[in-house]
């Protein structure tokens, strides 16, 4: 969603910007813009589309040292126009924004602040009008932006200039709305989204919690807590590097992730699972952490939080909590979470699962579950994300960036985290037998190979994705660990493909879903070793007798679909437990032909960010 980029300093600032926001066009936009403060005025440029078309109207002007500030937008209030980007400023032009997240009561704002004629249908640009009205009033630029703050309701993330205080910068944060980071280097410094955008510049960072304003001056940072007061923090030291991603030999990002899998999962277990003594452990990343043993024996129940296919993947954490930890656990999704007044207490185990660790929705679940004293452990690919700041415990992912909208070897990731902290939990609660600990051990570390195998089974689903590609709708069902398995191949072909599909499990089919059986809209059912393959097994039957047609995936050996399937995708044969493993690889692979044959822009879909962070 929208990217932020600020910079006040020695250094030719246009750059700066331009470079900043590439490296946060990942997070999906659809129009961009800059603001430059020239001598006492500020000069905006914004375009609509592709980042490129903001950057071929620098093509040929200089680059000055001086302030300035970048947005890459993702259109909520108002069509993606270049009118509609950021930065707005007010009407006499000394004051110019760019904000990331929504105000929710902009339009009783417009009434009340408003100093003349508003230019765009945003949210945002209200804020401008009403930082200068302030400013006009005598407030002084911190706290005509607090006032502001304290207005307007809703969670984001605001930059600003005042051309009148031409090498002064502007951050704030309301709420959980995206994060801010601010970087300090010996030429300037720096305020973005996220530490992406500024790796190359720096590696000290602080970061901006809710409610906090920073003012940047070329030199120096000073924090105000939310109540005014000066902060004073020690700076983050960032360690990781900047992984310049490229597709190398693929045509797309998300078949490069895909394709990476195998890679990731030896990552996932390397560490926590032990081959030789055939146990896990996870004691390095616990020790030191508020979940100390005493606090493990006493959770009673866990609650796993996640949206879209992280969602998916604590729905398949479930399972592991609950048969491997010895813990009543239940999955939410996180927007649901924090208006349903969920009963939470300090021995409920909270644990997020996201990628970006920055989903707003997660977040405000991991918000609920703080004030409650839960204990938390966030699950994320994403070091130093929000969400590895707000639990007591991070276990990061590793898998790399994730560049597609569409996740995939974080999914993967995710799922193993869980499995391995289920064990870890279930060994420290001595509920878990050694030799059920063993299993899953010798069991896991033979995924990276059975992964390859699926992926070398590519060109197989690629012609079934040829057969199917032009059906408008789809039916995804599985069981058990097939459900979430089944919801996620549902919604990665939604995305990249545009196709309807709908993921069920398959014994709600009979309550309503089979109405919608026909041959124009194929069934794919999770048919895999496991407890209830023979219910599949008649599931599929049933959708055969209406005239449908199927794509089961099934194991190694297994002969019972071959009559009765349309099409077979055959899967190595792995623990069932391990079971979606393999099967999501598949539907992976399956949405991303069936995307690749409507020839459509698979690494960003229309209208999808990759981090969400609004409401
Ligand atoms: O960064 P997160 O894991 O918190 O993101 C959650 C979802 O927005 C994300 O999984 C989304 O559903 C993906 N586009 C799925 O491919």
Redesign the pocket.
Known sequence: MCGIVGYTGLDAVEPILLQGLEKLEYRGYDSAGVGLLRGNSIEVTRASGKLSNLASKFENENSEPGTGIGHTRWATHGAPTSENAHPHQDPSGRVAIVHNGIVENWKELRAKFATGEFSSDTDSEVLAHMIAALLAQGESLVSAVRRTLNEAAGAFSLVILDSSQPDVLIAARKGNAGGLVVGLADDGTYVASDMSALLTYTRKFFFLEPGEIATLKPSSVTIYSEEGREVTRQPYQATHDLTEVGKGQYPHYMMKEIYEQSDVLVSSLQGRYNGLSNTIDLSTEFEGSAISKDRIQGITRCLLV??????HACMVGRHYLERFGGIPTEVDNAAEFRYRRPLLDSNTLVIS???????VD?LAAMDEAKRADCLQITICNTPGAQSTRLADLSLLLGAGAEIS????K?LLASIMALHAVSLFLGKARETLTSEIEAEQVVNALQLPSAVSTVLGNSEKLFEVARKYAASEHFLFLGRGLGYPVALEGA??LK?VSYIHAEGYSAGEMKHGPIALVNDAMPTVAVCTRGDVHEKMLSNVEQIKARGGRVISLVTDGDDSFDKLADDCITLPDVDPALGPIPSIVALQLLAYGIARERGLDIDQPRN?A???TVE
């Open positions: 996640g949206m879209g296919t992280s969602m699962v996201t990628q970006s660790g920055e989903t997660t909208v569409a996740s995939t974080t919604l990665k995305e999808l990759k981090t969400v």
